[in-house]
């Protein structure tokens, strides 16, 4: 363990090894530490291959540096290649090239301050291209920011008929709409697009509630922990405290399709692909499963199950190719799976017994639970450092284009972000500042910039910009603590 530098940041053991005469002494990068995490070996051979495909540059760019291709090749090195057209490609980089430069860029100078609020932070999101940013709070707020133009307050959304929290936001693919759920079964949806700037439900701006109940509940109330839009922004997906998944067609305005699919609260549930077919969930019964809307096997059926995690699921992230995804879980530990490993049903004793009481909401993990693994474990790896407790805290793969997603990183009890490679499961970067659990956190699609969104109110920026003066988008500067690896 040691202290960060006064900027902020560490050089790369593996930059420290590269060439620093490449005019690359006062570029800095990726800090790595000890891994906490299972080690590498056990990581599928596929993901790993594939990771490093999507991050590793043109052969023709470290030819020049003879047994020393493992190495990183620096980023002088790397456009003095693509001007020579080492690569054979006429002077232009691959998506894999920049990549490979970008990803040794970690968002973690700074932070500074986007905005604060006197409430928890419970969601946030940046949209697809990057433009814009959305932020949930408990105090029934949610606030849309232009990053384009300094982050200024594009909307400010007051909620209607909040039942305790924003427990999630969606933004449709073609960002004119948002939904908003909460402990509650209707669903907002709210005019992104409209020249309003405050957006006070049934005020100032009408918010369309879509109901997810029927006549079959008898009146039971249930609330929605997790929502999502489908890729062609037709069709909404939620997981439900009364153990379902649901499907809403937004084009007929009603549930298309209801499954009870866990045995317990449902607190996350993603589309796989593009293709909308395939549907991830994770739940408090530990369990994660794969619906495939083409080809049910039977009403409440699971298409597969994956086991592993030893407590509840409280967030999953697909990878977006239909076969990879992470979850976090209330054991302290991100998985991550592969959809073509999962079984039929799950074992007959997949719940692992324990002599212990416990409760995440207010109980620290029972330290002899840590190093537990479990019987019929089908993840392909594990990743240990942070902390799941209080909320269901959120993990995610790093952006595709800026760093092939050879990362994943999370918030945490401990009021960090936490960063990890993804397939050696080293912990690259963990970033404090906040003083309160951080339950998401969101790595900009194109750039180094990371948002971490804390239960103390404060929404703050950290980046890796190329001078050492503070962004034009952010200058407010707040009080930095150190971090360490």
Not at 108 to 135: C, E, N
Not at 209 to 214: E, I, N, R
Not at 342 to 371: F, G, I, L, Q
Not at 460 to 483: D, L, Q
Request: charged residues 25%.
């Amino acid at each position: 363990m040691f202290d960060a530098d006064e900027m902020g940041y560490a050089m790369s053991r593996l930059q420290l090894g590269s060439d620093l005469c490449d005019a690359e002494k006062d570029s800095l990068g990726v800090g790595t530490s000890h891994s906490s995490s299972e080690p590498s070996a056990d990581l599928d051979n596929e993901i790993s291959q594939v990771t490093k495909l999507k991050s590793t540059p043109h052969q023709g760019f470290s030819r020049q540096v003879p047994g020393r291709h493992h190495l990183p090749v620096s980023t002088v090195r790397m456009l003095a290649g693509r001007e020579s057209n080492f690569s054979g490609r006429g002077g232009r980089f691959s998506a894999a090239d920049c990549a490979h430069m970008l990803s040794r860029y970690l968002p973690v100078k700074g932070p500074w301050l986007v905005d604060q609020m006197d409430s928890r932070a419970y969601v946030s999101q940046f949209s697809t291209d990057g433009t814009l940013f959305i932020a949930g709070f408990q105090g029934s707020h949610i606030r849309i920011y232009n990053v384009e133009k300094g982050w200024k307050v594009q909307k400010d959304i007051l909620t209607k008929s909040l039942r305790w929290t924003v427990t999630d936001t969606s933004l449709s693919p073609d960002q004119r709409n948002l939904v908003y759920a909460s402990m509650s079964p209707i669903v907002h949806i709210v005019d992104v697009g409209s020249g309003t700037t405050e957006s006070h439900a049934n005020v100032t701006e009408i918010h369309d509630g879509l109901d997810f109940s029927s006549n079959e509940d008898g009146g039971y109330s249930f609330g929605i922990f997790s929502v999502k839009f489908s890729t062609d922004g037709r069709e909404l997906v939620a997981g439900s405290s009364d153990d379902s998944i649901y499907v809403y067609d937004l084009e007929a305005n009603r549930v298309s399709l209801r499954t009870v699919a866990h045995t317990s609260d449902v607190n996350t549930v993603c589309f796989a692909d593009e293709s909308g077919n395939l549907i991830l969930s994770g739940g408090d019964d530990n369990l994660c499963k794969v619906w495939d809307r083409r080809c049910f096997i039977g009403r409440d059926k699971a298409a597969g199950v994956l086991v592993g995690h030893l407590e509840g699921v409280t967030f999953i992230d697909s990878r977006g190719d239909g076969r990879y995804f992470i979850s976090n879980g209330k054991d302290q530990t991100i998985k991550l799976w592969d959809i073509r490993k999962m079984s039929s049903t799950p074992p007959a004793k997949h719940e692992v017994e324990r002599n212990y009481e416990w409760d995440y909401r207010w109980m620290e993990y029972p330290p002899e639970s840590r190093n537990l693994k479990h019987p019929f474990d089908q993840s392909v790896s594990t990743y240990k450092g942070h902390s799941v407790l209080r909320t269901l805290i959120r993990c995610y793969f790093s952006p595709l284009h800026s760093t092939g997603q050879k990362y994943i990183y999370t918030g945490s009890n401990d009021s960090s972000v936490y960063i990890y490679d993804l397939v050696s499961g080293d912990k690259v970067a963990v970033l404090k500042h906040h003083s309160s659990p951080i339950r998401d956190c969101n790595w900009h699609p194109h750039y180094p910039t990371l948002i971490s969104s804390s239960w103390d109110g404060d929404l703050v920026k950290w980046e890796f910009p190329g001078s050492s003066e503070a962004p034009i988008m952010s200058k407010k500067r707040v009080r930095r603590r150190h971090f360490y690896y």
